[in-house]
């Protein structure tokens, strides 16, 4: 039975937000004295000058102009990521059009304000534009920034949803702080092969018993169409955390690109944000509606669906935008408490579809609320009743506006998502593992309850493709732990390490006990390898990971939060963090980044290149 407050709420959610509040309270009020100064000002076109407003209006339609004008009307400013490279963001390439006509029959006005880079994970795996991957999402964040930097907007619509594009575009957003802010998604592309097969044709070709055209068929059968991977990885985490933080219309982040009720909510979107300016009354600045109880709720959110390890990353680099500081022993001590309710790829064998099918992210919403799992007191985009507002489902009215219906009482397919009540486990997606090689993340919920515990022999690699070889030539047909180093932030700008899901999954597939301990990421999509991620400190910093040798016992075991290195503890003090890897991150782009990787902070800060006052 689940322990509440008098307030309803869970006392360890309850003390993890107090602490969490106390840890940012000089921070977080610095942040709002910076917010405030550029409050209540009026439409924002009145502050410019007439030459301003003249370039600012230039090539806008003639009723668009008279209005500007005038500078009496909102003006939205649409931030846009989209492009045709990834199939998530493709679906964007007309919204702006429907959003100005939106705007237009809302009394306000539109433009798209910039375009942010958006680069696709799924296309970079193993390349060496992975190394740019994980500092895109600051230079979103920036690109962000310039496109709002005209200081012409009463409001903003950000338009993206796949990996780093969310957290930058959420960034960029909260350092204009004082503006209202509505993330408009754009759907998941509808089933194909299922992810349990496409993981079995990725196992048979590792083992060389899948040919290329089988593979590349697997694949385009898997990932076909436009809208976003159907997955639940770090993209469609994006989603559940902006539904669970009241950025999103509620619901809206699973309808389909081609369907009608998609065009619809993105007008209703529109309405919804002129509604929340200044001039319109209803004022909601993004900067006060995401606070620490909203930045928990996303934590939350994550733990209960089993959702990427990647936004142990982003998403307190998300709070630090807002003046708010977490660290990784706030999400350990929420998923002690928070049960996990949905089982959707890699935990589980469901898609994303399935999962909305069955409830989606409002069902989550409402059953956390309800329980006393989740702040239901908070601001939303959506309105006054807090997230209790938020359990309800879109549909498509006679008139063709969005009207939101009752969410049905009971879950639609209890293999894919449960109620409080009768939870897939009774803790959350995610675990810190900590000891002598020092603090990590695992993805609990994807790791078979009988590879919790892993102690075997280390194996040490120094880049990704030491460890495909050494599978390729036969030398892992046993137990063993593979650590791989020189993977971090600072050491390479932390690349995905997807490939190595086939490999390892293909030894564990054959029987043996393997596990993985590396500096770097392997997010979303890491599947049922026990991982230990984000090892901190890095070894390019002098981690400890750094003295384990070949051979050394290593113990993983995500029962006791434990990682460590089971060598005479006199001998392992005696030992020396390996020398330095020669830099090998030059050409293909990664140059320009270099300044980045001296300054970047450690993932448990939210590997920033941002924040100055966190460097170390």
Known sequence: MTTTTTSGLHPVIQQVTQRITERSRSLRTAYLEQLRQFKGRGPRRSSLSCANQAHANAAMDSKSKIWLAQAQKPNIGIVTAYNDMLSAHQPYEGYPELIRQAALKAGATAQVAGAVPAMCDGVTQGRPGMELSLFSRDVIAQATAVALSHDAFDAALCLGICDKIVPGLLIGALAFGHLPVIFVPAGPMGSGLSNK??????????????????????????????????????????????????????????????????????????????????????????????????????????????????????????????????????????SSVVPLLARVYPNGTADVNAFQDAGGPSFVIRELVNAGLMHGDVMTVFGKQGLHGHAVTPSLGEDGRVQWDALPEVSGDTSVLRPVAEPFAPTGGLRLLQGNLGRAIVKASAVPKDAWIIRAPAVVFESQDALVNAYKAGELNRDFVAVVIYQGPRANGMPELHQFTPVLGSLMSAGHKVALVTDGRMSGASGKVPAALHVSPEVAQGGPLGKVRDGDLIELNVHTGELRALVDEAEWNSRAVRSAKPDTTTGFGRDLFAAQRLVVTSPEQGASTLFIDTAV
């Open 197 to 334: 097969e496409k993981a079995a044709v990725r196992e048979r070709y590792a083992q060389g018993k899948a040919t290329k055209e089988e593979l590349l068929a697997a694949e385009s059968a898997a990932y076909h169409s436009a809208g976003t991977c159907t997955f639940y990885g770090t993209a469609n985490s994006n989603q559940m955390l902006l539904e669970a933080m009241g950025l999103h219309l509620p619901g809206s982040a699973f309808v389909h690109p081609s369907s009608p009720l998609r065009n619809a909510l993105t007008e209703a979107a529109t309405e919804r944000i002129v509604q929340l300016t200044e001039i319109a009354g209803d004022y909601t600045p993004i900067g006060e509606l995401v606070n620490e109880k909203t930045i928990v709720n996303a934590l939350i959110s994550l733990l209960a669906t089993g959702g990427s390890t990647n936004h142990t990353i982003h998403w307190i680099a998300v709070a630090r935008a807002a003046g708010i500081l977490i660290d990784w022993q706030d999400f350990d001590e929420l």
